[in-house]
């Protein structure tokens, strides 16, 4: 844990004036420019002609591109296509034997897309320890880390934070119901780590089972919405939960705290929010696009447009903390949706229409509640047939890592609206 750190607070950062942390980010954004135009190559040409230097204020920093996942994704894609050895398409300053990079990275994962990003060398990379601190856990206390260790980094980023911390961590990764709960009963974890829903499934199979967790009392989820409703659900159950805003691409960008009031900012992130569809910033307290510039020498993303709705919150923290906050996850600015912890994109949906030819259009909607949500894609074909159903829903799983339904409907059945994934899901 940070020497620095007290019992409310996760170090002396967490407490600066104001002024003084706008300063010292302003400062790291000029430094990390120049890093990234010397050692991402990528990011090199879409900075050419910029001085890092004179990038000290946010309205400089306006003035760069805005970049998102859809355009990294493309560019490792093409990537592949001509043949080029670089699986980040020059935007990472890390690698392994064989890549240019002068900095060697810990793990490379791959997101839905697929999308390869790497993770490097610095402790708790992802600055999740501070997110953990604010949702109770403290050195020595053993997490039940249901985050998904494979392909993905969720599981190794709560992990490195727990770590940061000096908690024990036991990696019960998805799935497996039986088995980890088994192991919360025979481990007695102190707290959990992943999905709201998933804790739910656990509890709801604990007191079918008449199985007491007494040393369950807190919980850090991500991935999902945790609204009101569901927070009193564990409550009443004796699990304190908080929240924590991170994606794969930057890591921690904002977290929940015991005064309940929206979430605050880490502490090494530049967070501007944005007009949807451009990189303009909006006035304080209006919806847009979350942005982030994020201080981390491995993975340089700069002004990155996660596709996320929020708006700041006036003022500060009750709690003490003197970061902006923001008010939590809004919506997507595109259509690409979280569903069970994973994003799902139109370009999956695609993917899987070009895999069964026949299929003319499709729509991928999303219905029910957060702990009890279901999949359907709606899929127009001339001749329905149960085979081709199965064979789909074969599809839907191997591209979206998801369970998923299919209901085949006639030609012209589906609105030409442009639409591709409908969430209908109630957030009350």
Known sequence: MNPSATPSHF??????????????????????????????????????????????????????????????????ADQRAAGGGDPFAGFAASGWN???????????????GPLYEPQGQ??????????????GFRRGDLIHNSFSYHLTPAGAMMEEGAFALGCTVFPGGIGNTELQLAAMADLRPHGYAGTPSFLKIMLEA????????????????????????????????????YQCYATADVGLIAYETPAREG??????????????????????????????????????????GTGDLSAVLPGRCPSGRT?????????????????????????????????????????????????????????????????LSQQMVATVREVTKLRGEVQLVAPGSLPADGKVIDDQRSYK
């Open 11 to 76: 170090d002396d950062l967490e407490r600066r004036d104001p002024a003084a942390r706008e300063a010292a980010l302003m400062a790291a954004l000029a430094r990390q420019v120049a890093h990234a135009q010397a050692h991402s190559p990528a990011q090199a040409e879409r900075l050419r002609g910029v001085e890092a230097a004179s990038l000290t204020s946010r309205e400089a920093l306006a003035r760069l591109p805005v970049i998102r996942k859809s355009e990294l994704l493309q560019a490792q």
């Open 98 to 112: 064989g890549l240019r990079y002068p900095r060697g990275a810990k793990r490379v994962f791959q997101s839905p």
């Open 122 to 135: 610095e402790p708790d990379t992802w600055r999740m320890g501070r997110a953990l601190f604010a949702a």
């Open 206 to 241: 604990a007191h079918e089972k008449g199985l007491a967790l007494p040393s369950l009392r807190k919980a850090l989820f991500s991935g999902e919405a945790f609204p009101p409703s569901l927070r009193e659900w564990f409550l009443a159950r004796g699990v304190e939960g």
């Open 263 to 304: 979430l605050v900012l880490d502490e090494q992130v530049i967070v501007e929010i944005v007009r949807p569809g451009t990189g303009d910033p909006v006035p304080e307290g209006e919806v847009g696009e979350v942005v982030v510039t994020v201080l981390d020498p491995d993975y340089p993303l700069i002004r990155f």
């Open 323 to 387: 970061q902006a906050r923001i008010k939590g996850w809004m919506g997507r600015a595109d259509q690409t949706t979280k569903i069970r912890g994973m994003f799902v994109h139109p370009s999956q949906v695609a993917d899987i229409v070009k895999r069964h030819p026949g299929v003319q259009r499709a729509r991928l909607v999303v219905e029910g509640t957060i702990a009890d949500e279901r999949m359907v894609l709606h899929a127009e074909h001339a001749a329905p047939s149960e085979a």
